[in-house]
């Protein structure tokens, strides 16, 4: 292995290799021989697509598997070439290629997942005569710009969403339990909080022994072959976990959930992303408890229904540094009002994969790899100012358990 080349891969003032769909893709591929050596070319392939794979094995003992993928990033550069059949001789030493292309617009944001991804690469490809290629493969996060400000119909309006419950014992019938949940809105992106608030009147005779609330986000694999299936996966990013409501009771819950860093919602891929809060009215003795769901958006760029303290927020450093530079300040420049700064993270909980695949060539290296995505960076204690106006109340009776905000609530993640 000692006469391979050696072969890294860097992009250029992008330490983290975090692209915006639309913008200009440019780096360096630094090659370093230790012998001569023959070769029919040498290229870099950058690539983008989905894949989705899972089986199920059904009650006749047949196991099938499903699948699914699209292809959205095909390029191919050049370095070296033979114009003829013959290879060519490379020299020993060290040789700079420099690379640029402009990602298209349309492409969806990395992710990584339980049953599929959605995933860029940059492969150097050595190809030999009479041998199998060498490769050298790394992989980057694009984001796609997700506006809330251009989300129809509009993100930045309060929303209420009730449950109404009745318990039977033969033709008996109890009085309601009423869930109520509130949300100022239904637009965010990571960092920002997201404030509910919940009151439920238990009129009926069942004891309510807890109250659960949750960020959920719910990721469905669409395959293609051997026919259409979808698969969904749940995952809790934060909860909390309120006392209950006694028979003829009544409770008011106020929780803040920081939002994680999250890929943005998305749905016209065979990787769908959608996020919601569920609220859970956990019944003694029954199975089933009723629960109150509201679908929000995650997205990349804020509302702009934002209060004057957050335009004032205090410059982070990015994390887009590399080794011999300052820390990067960086700004989202389609919403020039704005100077929240913020940082590319990694979703919290998700370990870094291997992106080598089963059935490529032999490779020279990879770096294991973990998607980041914009995590924006306020004041403390700040919040939209929709979050600062106070909620009406559902109830005009005063709460026989109040539960309001403590003063540093931190979610428990859970994935």
Not at 121 to 142: C, G, H, M, S
Not at 389 to 408: C, E, F, G, R, V
Request: glycine letters at 6%; one cysteine or more.
């Amino acid at each position: 292995m000692a006469a391979s080349p050696k072969c890294t891969i860097s992009f250029d003032d992008n330490y983290h290799g975090v692209f915006f769909a639309g913008q200009k893709f440019t780096g360096t591929v630094d090659v370093n021989l230790h012998k001569t050596k023959k070769v029919k070319g040498v290229l870099l392939k950058v690539t983008g697509l989905a894949c989705v794979l899972w089986t199920e094995t059904y009650g006749t003992g047949t196991t099938v598997a499903f699948q699914g993928r699209e292809d959205f990033l095909q390029h191919t550069v050049d370095f070296v070439r033979s114009e003829t059949d013959d290879p060519i001789v490379m020299a020993p030493g060290r040789q700079i290629y420099k690379f640029a292309l402009q990602l298209p617009n349309t492409l969806p944001t990395s992710f990584e997942g339980d049953y599929g991804y959605i995933r860029y690469t940059a492969r150097v490809v050595f190809e030999r005569p009479w041998k199998f290629d060498l490769t050298y493969k790394i992989a980057f996060t694009v984001v796609n710009q997700l506006n809330l400000n251009t989300v129809s119909p509009p993100l930045n309006v309060a929303v209420v969403q009730e449950n109404i419950k009745h318990f039977y014992c033969g033709p008996c019938r109890s009085d309601p339990l009423t869930i109520n949940v509130m949300l100022p809105m239904t637009g965010y992106v990571p960092g920002q909080f997201i404030l509910v608030a919940v009151d439920i009147a238990n009129g009926s005779n069942k004891c309510i022994t807890e109250v659960k609330l949750k960020l959920r986000r719910q990721v469905r694999y669409c395959s293609q072959t051997p026919y259409k299936q979808i698969r969904s996966v749940y995952n809790t990013l934060a909860k909390f976990q309120c006392s209950g409501v006694d028979v003829k009771g009544s409770a008011g819950y106020e929780r803040r959930f920081l939002v994680p860093s999250e890929p943005p919602t998305r749905s016209d891929t065979i990787i769908r992303i959608e996020y919601f809060v569920e609220v859970t009215a956990k019944v003694l003795g029954m199975a089933y408890s009723p629960e109150v769901q509201i679908p929000i958006t995650i997205g990349t760029v804020p509302l702009i229904n934002l209060n004057q303290r957050q335009h004032r927020a205090s410059i982070v450093e990015a994390h887009m540094t590399t080794a011999s530079s300052l820390p990067r300040k960086i700004f989202h420049t389609s919403v020039p009002s704005l100077v929240i700064p913020h940082t590319f993270e990694k979703s919290a909980g998700r370990s870094d994969v291997n992106i080598q695949d089963d059935d490529e060539s032999p490779s020279l290296g990879t770096l294991p790899f973990s998607p980041r995505y914009p995590m924006y960076h306020f004041d403390t204690d700040n919040k939209p100012a929709v979050h600062s106006a106070k909620l009406p109340s559902i109830h005009a009776q005063t709460a026989k358990n109040s539960n309001k905000i403590p003063p540093s609530s931190t979610p428990t993640t859970n994935r």
